[in-house]
C-alpha cells in the first residue's frame, strides 16, 4: 500500500451497485475502503451493519475493509465485524463502557484497533491508550452525516495528534474523516495525517481514477 492512504467511504457509494462502486474505487486507485456503521442511537442517522460487510468480501473485496463504529455498545458489534472480515474496526471512547477492554476485543480478534474523536473530543484520550491502537481517527465534521464542511480548527489537532505519535515512537495510522476533498487533502496531510476517509468528494464524481489521483497530487505537492 501507499505511505499515505485513501479510504473512500461507501456511505456516499450508490447502494443498488455497492459491490461494483466498491470495486470501481480500488481500481481508480484507493487503498481501502471506508465502513461507516451508525446505529440511530449514538448518531441520529442509521446505515449498514455486519451482513453488507461480509457481502463485499463474497463479492471479491480483497483489499482492508476500515469499520467506524459510531453505535452504543460497541463490544459487540466489534465481534461481528471481525467475523465479517472487517481489518480495522475504530469506535467512539464515549460509546464504550471499558474503552481498554473494547481496544483487547479489536486487538484479540485479529483486526487493528481504532479509536475515534469528535470535533470536541480531547486528546486527552490518547494519554494511557496509544499502546493498544493502531490508529487514531480525529473527525473533521460533527458524526452523523456525510456531505459536512470540513472544521479548519481539526488542522491544528491533526498537528497536535501527529507530535503526540511521533513523541511516542509507535506505528499509529493517523486518520481524518469528514470534508476531505481535493482542495483541502493537501493541507491535512502536511498537518500531520497519512491516512484520508472520503466520501461524497469521491463517489460524487464521474471518474473515481482522476479523482483519487488529484488527491494524491495535492498530497505530494504540499508535503514534498
Known amino acids: 500500500m501507499n505511505d499515505y492512504w485513501i479510504a473512500p467511504s461507501i456511505l456516499s457509494a450508490d447502494f443498488a451497485r455497492l459491490g461494483e462502486e466498491a470495486s470501481a474505487v480500488l481500481e481508480g486507485g484507493a487503498d481501502m475502503i471506508h465502513f461507516d456503521v451508525m446505529d440511530n442511537h449514538y448518531v441520529p442517522n442509521l446505515t449498514i451493519g455486519p451482513l453488507v460487510c461480509k457481502a ?5 473485496i480483497v483489499a482492508p475493509i476500515d469499520v467506524h463504529l459510531m453505535v452504543k455498545p ?13 481489518d480495522i474496526i475504530s469506535f467512539h471512547p464515549e460509546a464504550s463502557e471499558h474503552v481498554d477492554r ?10 487493528k484497533s481504532g479509536l475515534v474523536l469528535n470535533p470536541a473530543t480531547s486528546l486527552n484520550w490518547l494519554q494511557h491508550l496509544l499502546d493498544k491502537v493502531d ?6 465534521v460533527n458524526p452523523g452525516f456525510s456531505g459536512q464542511e470540513f472544521i479548519d480548527s481539526t488542522l491544528d489537532k491533526i498537528s497536535e ?27 491535512i496531510a502536511k498537518a500531520g495525517a497519512d491516512t484520508f476517509v472520503s466520501g461524497s468528494a469521491v463517489f460524487g464524481t464521474n471518474d473515481y481514477a482522476a479523482t483519487i489521483t488529484a488527491m494524491r497530487k495535492a498530497i505530494t505537492d504540499s508535503c514534498s
Open 56 to 60: 463485499l468480501r463474497q463479492h471479491g
Open 74 to 86: 460497541v463490544d459487540r458489534l466489534i465481534a461481528d465485524f471481525i467475523d465479517a472480515g472487517a
Open 102 to 111: 473494547s481496544l483487547q476485543i479489536i486487538r484479540e480478534g485479529g483486526a
Open 135 to 140: 490508529l487514531i481517527l480525529l473527525m473533521s
Open 161 to 187: 495528534a501527529r507530535e503526540i505519535i511521533d513523541t511516542a515512537g509507535r506505528p499509529i495510522r493517523l486518520e481524518v474523516d469528514g470534508g476531505v476533498k481535493i482542495q483541502n487533502i493537501g493541507s
